[in-house]
């Protein structure tokens, strides 16, 4: 345990010296990693990491979105539809329940399925829309739990995003 708390705190100074920080996504607040599904309020600091994921950074994920092979996006911002990423695919209310083997598990196992072909390796970011959101958070635990292997949390969102001044586009039509 030692070590890795040594670990996020190396990563917490080192890592906004390599990559422009954008919109909180490199703060710690000594929010500990969880490994299970976070109850609300969804609205509160996030840890710097997610057990079995990556966490990225604004810099990190633009490269690889213009890389040869982009990684499936999926927003999981609740509302009526909200500006995002292009190209993301929006799961609203996907961060929401209560453990691993609620309903909503079984709904998020079948929409991955879906949106990945069945592909179990692939790259999956998941975000939501700030550094303080835990929805993101709780569907990256719920894609590693249904044994996803290239699963990363893009912990500043949609604000990190814009902040950096990268593109927005609408999104309007959740995944069904």
Known sequence: MK????????????????????????????????????KPPYSAPTPLVVPGGRTVV???????????????????????????IPDARWLPG?????????????????????LTRGDKARKLVFFCVDAKCWLSYNVALRAIALGYSDVLWYRGGVVAWAEAGLPLAQVEKPVK
């Open 3 to 38: 070590r890795i708390r040594l670990l996020l705190m190396f990563f917490s100074i080192v890592w906004p010296v390599f990559c422009h920080a954008f919109a909180e996504e490199g703060a710690d607040w000594g929010v500990a990693p969880q490994s299970q599904i976070r």
């Open 94 to 114: 996907a961060g929401r329940g209560i453990h691993f083997l609620d309903p909503l598990q079984a709904a998020i196992a079948d929409w991955l399925v879906e």
């Open 58 to 84: 604004t810099d990190e994920l633009r490269a690889l979105v213009r890389g040869q092979t982009p990684p499936l996006l999926v927003d999981v911002a609740g509302g009526e539809g909200h500006m995002s």
